[in-house]
């Protein structure tokens, strides 16, 4: 009998020091803006995940801040059931894309793009967090 899990992956929402928020244009389906995140290795803690996949895909050194939360629909991600531990982080100077963002920008709150995932709604989250200090219900 085999058995199928979810996918454990990490996502970072990055803050620049002027508060604007660091996405990732993604190479691979599905295309689209994306917070800096990704699947975590064999081996690796979830913190170590979210520092290296926010350095692999913007180039910046992060200083996370906290975990905020965990993300598991099902349906988040088209490609396969994934969790997703999210964390807030800090860093600063100009984002590049690499590894598999085709761009790295900072965007103001109020200017986001289309999201790929269920990001738009964890942007939302976190906005009320930062704002209210209210946690998503689980």
């Given amino acids: 009998m085999s058995q199928r899990n979810p996918f454990p992956t990490v996502d970072c ?3 620049l020091p002027d508060q ?6 993604r190479k691979n389906p599905p295309h689209g ?3 800096p995140g990704g699947f975590v290795d064999a081996g690796e803690s979830l913190a170590e995940a979210a520092v ?15 975990q905020f939360f965990t993300y598991g629909d099902p349906d988040r991600d088209p490609r396969m059931h994934t969790i997703s531990t ?10 590049v894309g690499g590894d598999d ?15 790929a ?3 738009g709604r964890i942007l ?9 200090g209210v946690r998503p219900a689980p």
């Fill in 13 to 15: 929402v990055i803050l």
């Fill in 20 to 25: 604007r928020i660091v996405l990732v244009e």
């Fill in 33 to 35: 803006w994306a917070l």
């Fill in 52 to 66: 290296r996949e926010a350095r692999e895909e913007t180039g910046l050194e992060v200083r996370l801040e906290e």
């Fill in 86 to 95: 999210v964390f807030i982080a800090r860093a600063e100077g100009d984002p």
């Fill in 101 to 115: 963002a085709r761009q790295a920008r900072a965007f103001d709150w109020d200017e986001l793009p289309p999201l």
């Fill in 117 to 119: 995932f269920d990001h």
């Fill in 124 to 132: 939302e989250d976190v906005r009320r967090y930062l704002s209210t």
